[in-house]
């Protein structure tokens, strides 16, 4: 009786592990060459695209860094203009000085250009000619492009320098803003705001805002001083803490004959 063959299960198996391994180096190989095609079919549509927003995000840096540096040297000229200015109107050579802050005030950033023109303003008040000066102050108090407080300052500096010629509502108008407890400003543009009160012959008004003034401890003692004389002369108590008040009157006492004769 003839017997039946039998295979070896180990060579089965080493013979399918094999088939195994070379259908996987198959299909990794068939894999990379797909990747490849798509590869260079992307290259072939968008290659051109990409290398010229490669170029232009260069170009952006390196103009980025010329402006960098462009703003840091305009800067240092900047401030060397306005340290000639403050030089020149030390020496009192005003004409010079205006001459330095002109290019600040033109083409200066804006707080840079707001302080040219605080200064330039101040130099017209220097020899006489307010109306120009509180022209150019006003403007500078309407300019949304200047900084708030320096915007603030030139209302103050404006109305202080044309109360005189402004009508008392046109100082209501700008001063009423300003002239509020806390506000940094309170002082100055409140004493300005009750004088215009007192144009109109609204004592009632002017009295309290004198004496507010007066009791803020955050006011200058010299404006404090003075609105409460103010307020006194309206009918109105301005004084908070007496023994405070007299100290500071005999404080100031032996200065005033030097400041009289000055």
Excluded: C
């Excluded at 180096?25 to 079919?41: K, P, S, T």
């Excluded at 240092?76 to 005003?94: F, P, R």
């Excluded at 010629?165 to 407890?181: C, G, H, S, W």
């Amino acid at each position: 009786m003839a017997l039946t063959p039998t295979s070896d299960p180990s060579s089965t198996d080493k013979l399918a592990v094999r088939r195994a391994a070379e259908q996987d180096v198959l299909v990794r190989e068939v894999d990379e060459a797909v990747r490849q095609d798509e590869a260079g079919e992307f290259l072939r549509r968008y290659g051109i695209a990409i290398v010229g927003l490669v170029i232009v995000a260069l170009i952006a840096f390196g103009a980025w860094l010329w402006w960098k540096g462009h703003r840091e040297d305009q800067k240092q000229k900047v401030s060397e203009s306005y340290i000639q200015a403050l030089d020149q109107i030390d020496a009192g050579n005003a004409v010079k000085a205006g001459t330095d802050l002109d290019p600040i005030a033109r083409n200066g950033t804006p707080a840079a250009a707001a302080g040219a023109r605080l200064l330039q303003a101040g130099l017209m008040i220097a020899k006489g000619d307010t109306a120009r000066a509180t022209t150019a102050l006003l403007k500078l108090a309407d300019d949304s492009d200047a900084p708030r407080e320096l915007r603030d300052l030139a209302a103050i500096k404006g109305v202080s320098a044309g109360f005189d010629t402004m009508t008392p509502q046109a100082v209501i108008a700008r001063m009423k803003p300003l002239a509020k407890p806390g506000n940094p400003w309170f002082g100055s543009a409140g004493e300005l705001l009750a004088a215009a009160y007192l144009k109109q012959g609204k004592k009632d008004l002017a009295g309290p805002l004198f004496a507010a003034i007066a009791k803020d401890e955050n006011v200058p003692k010299s404006l404090r001083s003075r609105t409460r004389q103010m307020a006194g002369q309206l009918g109105y108590d301005a004084v908070s803490d007496v023994d405070q008040v007299l100290a500071e009157e005999r404080r100031a006492a032996p200065s005033a004959p030097a400041a009289a004769a000055q």
